[in-house]
């Protein structure tokens, strides 16, 4: 695709976040809040289905990781201690003629110059670091004692928790602490929609390992992580996992790998999969004087475990599901004539509604009955939306609009009245291939649970 459609399709994928209410922009009655987003009543849904199956890859289905759910204030010493307070910075520049402030790196070069991409001026101040915490004060007093930060990142809870959830999960090295949260940076740009956000969501696993091991789980996790994103259905050809190179690694760590997804604004970071040593431990047993160090009783040696950490985005893995998913084709209207059709493309399992039902005519009772029974028998097992309004076409359409994968029609044949032999069957519409077939109505459950897990 070329930069201009590429440019189109951002753009549609904007507007139907909104119109279909997965993505709107927060406090929008109020002019909006740059770089904060709200969910709506199908983002919501993608939002924890994708977040369900990263708990349930990384935690459930492990002996060798637990969770934890961290506070999001925090004692301000975390920060100190992590290095957060001194060096979680941005360069930024001034432009003096627009007034814009910029990250120091979004500036565009032209012949060796460099300008404000905004206005082209050249009139640019000398970068200076800025510090990306929020800042806020705990108690009654606003002053130095009682300042601290929106956390960040979630990783440092999981750190500074190292021992205890040690002592009570009773695991062995390595294992894995993981957590998702909030986290906040003041971005001194926020773009690419959701992209950049000043509040988004984090799904962090802090793997810990014995030094000698730290390059092999790395390289491990990197394939884990890449596994997982094809598993929520997308195409292994959109990710690329990026070494970052020496000069650019954080200066503790050993080796980083960036997953990086094509979105239609560019090839852009999905997640980070760093072998952050034994740095953090490290730091917060010198600052808080307390021991961190595991005790091997094999070897009967004490030491300092060193992290893997493969840290994903839940905003932007969302954004990344969307992207992936839009598709328009052709599909034929109620009188066969064909027109285009906008399709999410979801996978089943990260779907936002997972099933529509449908009764055929809605001012027919015995259908409605019988759709409302289904709607009954497969709300247990799945989130399940019931539509009656308009031609069955437009309702189909609708759901392929939203993602939804399969799509149950209740009509006569439901009832026994024109073949006894089709009594309690239904048709089951699959959303990408548009294909019908016809299912007991009581297996239902049983086919769309196989097809959603
Ligand atoms: N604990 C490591 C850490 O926080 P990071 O690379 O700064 O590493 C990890 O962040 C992930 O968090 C990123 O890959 C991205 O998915 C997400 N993330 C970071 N900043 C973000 C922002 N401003 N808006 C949305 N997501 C962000």
New binding site residues.
Partial sequence: MNKSSDAQRMEKIVSLCKRRGFIFQSSEIYGGLNGCWDYGPLGVELKRNLKDYWWRVMVHERDDVVGMDGSILMNRAVWKASGHEDTFTDPMVDCRSCKARLRADQLVEKKGIKQCPNCGGKDLTAPRAFNLMFKTFIGATEDESSLTYLR????QAIFVQFKNVLEVSRKKLPFGIAQIGK?F?N?IN?RNF?????E?E?M?LEYFCRAEEGMRWLDYWKEERLKFYENIGIARDNLHALTVPDEERAFYSKGTY?IEYDFPFGRQ????V?YRTDYDLSQHQKASGKSLEYFDEETKQKFIPHVV?P???V???VLALICEAYCEDEAPDEKGKMETRIVLRFHPRISPIKCAVFPLLKNKEPLVAKAKEIVALLRPHMYVFYDETGAIGRRYRRQDEIGTPFGVTVDFETLGEKDLALRDTVTLRDRDSMKQERVPVKDLPSILVSRIS
């Fill in positions: 960040p990142e979630t990783a986290a940076r971005e926020p959701t992209f950049r956000s000043r988004f984090q962090e960036d970071e999905l997640e980070g760093a950490e840290s994903a985005g905003d932007r893995t």
